[in-house]
C-alpha cells in the first residue's frame, strides 16, 4: 500500500524529475500545473485543470511521467491523467486568492514579545543587532537571515519583535511568521486538496516570510523541497526570508545539502547560552512587571546563580514563586525559593558541559586534557576519548557533530562509531562499565 508520505514523496520525485528534463519554461507553463488527485490501491491520478492541458500534456509526457511512476515503486499499478476543472478557477483566480489569503497563513503574533522587553547581553547581542537592523530597514541586506540557539534563548521572542516591528514601520509589507511544523501542515493539506499551486502562489506573495524551528522539516522530504523552492523564488525576487534552528544549519541533521548550504547564505547569528548578568536583567525586568509581589534582590541573584538552563525556564521559576507567595500570602524568601522550586534546582544542578567531562574522563585516565582533541590513535587515549564522547551524548543534549567538533574536529560518524564501541564495551567488560559509573556518578554530583 502507498502511505500518504510516500506518495507525496513520490509525487515530488517525478515533478522534479519533469522539471529537469523539460525545463523551467514548459513546467512553469505546463507540467507544474497538474497536481496529485489520488494514489488509493497504487490507482495514481493526476488532475490538470483544463482539457486544452490534458490535450497538449497527454501526447508529449503522458508516457515518460507513468514511466516515471512505475520506475519509483512497484506498487504503482495505473497512472491516469484526468481534468478536473474545480481546479481551474483556482488557476486563474490565484494572484488574487494568494495575495488576499496570505495573511491567513501567517500565525498570531505574541504581544509580549517585542524588541522593548527583549533584554540584551554579550549572549545575544549580535543576534538582536541583526534583528533590529532587518527590522527597520527595507534595503535587503541579509538574506536569508538564520538566528539559532537552544531552546528557551528567546528564537521565538526575536522573530516575533522582527514581525511587530515591520508591520509597525511599513504596514505595507506582507509579513508571513510561521512555525515550520506549520508550513507543512498546509503543505500537505493543499496537496490533498490540490491547492498546491494556491500554497506556492500564496507564499511566494510575501514580502517577508519568516519560519520559525526549521529544524523541524529535517528528514521530511517533501515538504523541504517545497520550502527550498519557496525559499529560492522569494530569494530570487529579492524578498526577505528569516528562520530560526535549534542547531546551526551546519548542524541539521537530515536537511539536504543544498539547502542547507543556501540556508548559510545570508547571515547566521547564535545565541549562546545565558550569562549570569544577562539572567539577572531578565529577572529584574520580569519582576518590574509584576504586581502585588515583592521580589528581594537576594531572591533575584539567587535565581540568576542556580537556574542556568534557558530564559524559560528561569521565567518559569519566577513565576512559580511569585505564585506560590500570593497563594499563601506570605513574601517570597529564600526558604520558600527553595522548597518551591526544588525539582528545578535538581535539574539545573545536574547540567555538565563536554569540557567538563573532558576535563574528568582526562583525569580519570591520567592522560593530558588536550589527548581529547588530539588525532592521537593510541589506545591509551582513543579510548579515554571515546569514552568521553560516549558520555558526551548521554549527559548532555549536544548533538552528534557538535560534540564531534569539541573534540578535535572530529566528524559526527566518528562520535556514533565511539557511542556504540563503548555500549557494547561496557556489557562485555566489568571495569569498562564500573569506570563508566563512577565517572557518571563523579559528573552528576
Ligand atoms: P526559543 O524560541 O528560543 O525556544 P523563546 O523565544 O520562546 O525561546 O523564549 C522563551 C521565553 O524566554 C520567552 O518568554 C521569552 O520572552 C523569554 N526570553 C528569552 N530571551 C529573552 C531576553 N533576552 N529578554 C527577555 N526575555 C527573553
Ligand atoms: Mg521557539
Known amino acids: 500500500m502507498l502511505s500518504e508520505d510516500i506518495a507525496i514523496e513520490l509525487w515530488e520525485q517525478v515533478r522534479d524529475k519533469l522539471r529537469q528534463e523539460a525545463g523551467e519554461t514548459v513546467f512553469e507553463n505546463w507540467l507544474g500545473l497538474i497536481s496529485l488527485s489520488s494514489y488509493a490501491s497504487g490507482n495514481i491520478v493526476i488532475a490538470v485543470h483544463s482539457k486544452f492541458h490534458k490535450d497538449w500534456i497527454e501526447p508529449r509526457y503522458g508516457n515518460r511521467i507513468r514511466s516515471l511512476w512505475h520506475g519509483l515503486s512497484k506498487e504503482v499499478s495505473s497512472v491516469n491523467l484526468i481534468v478536473d476543472e474545480r481546479l481551474s478557477g483556482r488557476v486563474t483566480k490565484k494572484s488574487e486568492d494568494a495575495t488576499s489569503s496570505i495573511l491567513k497563513l501567517s ?3 505574541d504581544p509580549r514579545y517585542t524588541f522593548d522587553k527583549f533584554v540584551i547581553g554579550p549572549s545575544n547581542n549580535f543576534v538582536a543587532a541583526a534583528a533590529q537592523r532587518i527590522a527597520e530597514s527595507e534595503d535587503i541586506a541579509f538574506n536569508p537571515v538564520v538566528i539559532y540557539g537552544g531552546v528557551g534563548l528567546g528564537k521565538t521572542h526575536l522573530m516575533h519583535a522582527i514581525a511587530w516591528k515591520i508591520r509597525e514601520t511599513n504596514p505595507n509589507r506582507k509579513v508571513v511568521y510561521l512555525s515550520a511544523e506549520k508550513f507543512m501542515y498546509q503543505f500537505v493539506r493543499a496537496l490533498r ?28 522530504n517533501s515538504t523541504q523541497e517545497e520550502f527550498f523552492h519557496t525559499f529560492n523564488a522569494l530569494v530570487d525576487q529579492n524578498k526577505q526570508i528569516i528562520v530560526s534552528s535549534d542547531r546551526s544549519p551546519a548542524d541539521l ?3 539536504e545539502e543544498r539547502l542547507r548550504s543556501r540556508l548559510g547564505w545570508g547571515i547566521v547569528g547564535e545565541i549562546h547560552q545565558t550569562t549570569y548578568e544577562l539572567r539577572l536583567g531578565i529577572l529584574q525586568s520580569k519582576v518590574d512587571d509584576i504586581k502585588n509581589c515583592i521580589v528581594p534582590k537576594n531572591i533575584i541573584e539567587f535565581l540568576a546563580h542556580k537556574i542556568t538552563s534557558n530564559v524559560r525556564e528561569l521565567e518559569g521559576a519566577l513565576k512559580r514563586l511569585v505564585a506560590h507567595s500570593q497563594l499563601v500570602g506570605r513574601p517570597v524568601s529564600l526558604d520558600s525559593a527553595h522548597d518551591v522550586l526544588h525539582d528545578l534546582l535538581r535539574a539545573n544542578n545536574r547540567r555538565v558541559t563536554i569540557e567538563e567531562i573532558q576535563k574528568k574522563v582526562a583525569e580519570h585516565f591520567n592522560i593530558r586534557l588536550s589527548d581529547m582533541s588530539s588525532p592521537r590513535r593510541a589506545r591509551a587515549v582513543a579510548r579515554p576519548r571515546q569514552i568521553a564522547m560516549y558520555l558526551s551524548k548521554q549527559l548532555t543534549s549536544r548533538s552528534l557533530p557538535e560534540i564531534g567538533r569539541t573534540f578535535g574536529g572530529r566528524d559526527h560518524t566518528t562520535v556514533m562509531h565511539a557511542v556504540s564501541r563503548i555500549e557494547a564495551l561496557k556489557v562485555e567488560d566489568n571495569i569498562m562499565a564500573d569506570d563508566l559509573e563512577l565517572l557518571k556518578r563523579n559528573l552528576e554530583s
Open 253 to 255: 541533521e537530515g536537511i
Open 107 to 109: 500565525s498570531p503574533l
Open 193 to 220: 486538496q490540490q491547492e498546491t499551486m494556491v500554497f506556492k502562489e500564496q507564499f511566494r506573495s510575501a514580502d517577508v516570510l519568516m519560519v520559525d524551528d526549521v529544524q523541524f522539516i529535517a528528514g521530511k
